[in-house]
């Protein structure tokens, strides 16, 4: 494993947001992202904001990989990086890694976004787990990624109505 020192971290992070274009290649990024990640995780681990409606409260490291997914996405169409590749590789790594809690909910929505219906096995391996399963589904539907409707049709008793009305358009066009 490739050892980065916190000061690249924050060099890298800085320029997600200013210069995307100047990250390096697709495999440099998908290193930091996963490390960066990690370390989060291991060091953020405070109450960040409250739950919504009895949901359990985010902490500090879900929110910091929820806003990375969100900065990945711009990096991703402002380099055209799209399809099967090591940066969206390295984003279903973080979607499948249950430690990262709710943070992984733009990593299922850029996956459906850029992956070209690449990982569709993915996103509907974690059709089953409540904290993606929603983004993961509105992920398959924007992907028009079809033959899933035994996985989706569980998601029709879910407590969530938003995530229920995502099923219904999903097995709607897809089945």
Request: proline share 2%; net charge positive.
């Amino acid at each position: 494993m490739t050892i980065i020192s916190h000061k690249e971290y924050e060099v890298f992070l800085k320029n997600m947001e200013k210069s995307p274009k100047t990250l390096g290649s697709q495999d440099r990024v998908a290193t930091l992202i996963l490390g960066v990640s990690t370390s989060w995780k291991d060091s953020l681990t405070e109450p960040y904001m409250e739950g919504v409606d009895g949901a359990p409260a985010w902490l500090e490291f879900e929110h910091k990989i929820w806003e990375l997914g969100e900065k990945l996405r711009h990096v991703l169409k402002a380099n055209r990086w799209k399809g099967k590749c090591p940066v969206l590789d390295a984003a279903v790594k973080i979607l499948s890694c249950k430690d990262y809690r709710k943070g992984r909910q733009t990593f299922a929505l850029l996956i459906g976004e850029f992956g070209q219906g690449n990982y569709g096995i993915h996103l509907a391996e974690c059709l089953t787990d409540e904290e993606v399963s929603g983004h993961c589904l509105k992920a398959m539907t924007k992907a028009k990624i079809s033959g899933f409707g035994e996985h989706v049709r569980r998601i029709l008793d879910s407590s969530e109505g938003w995530q229920r009305k995502a099923a219904e358009k999903y097995l709607t066009l897809y089945q």
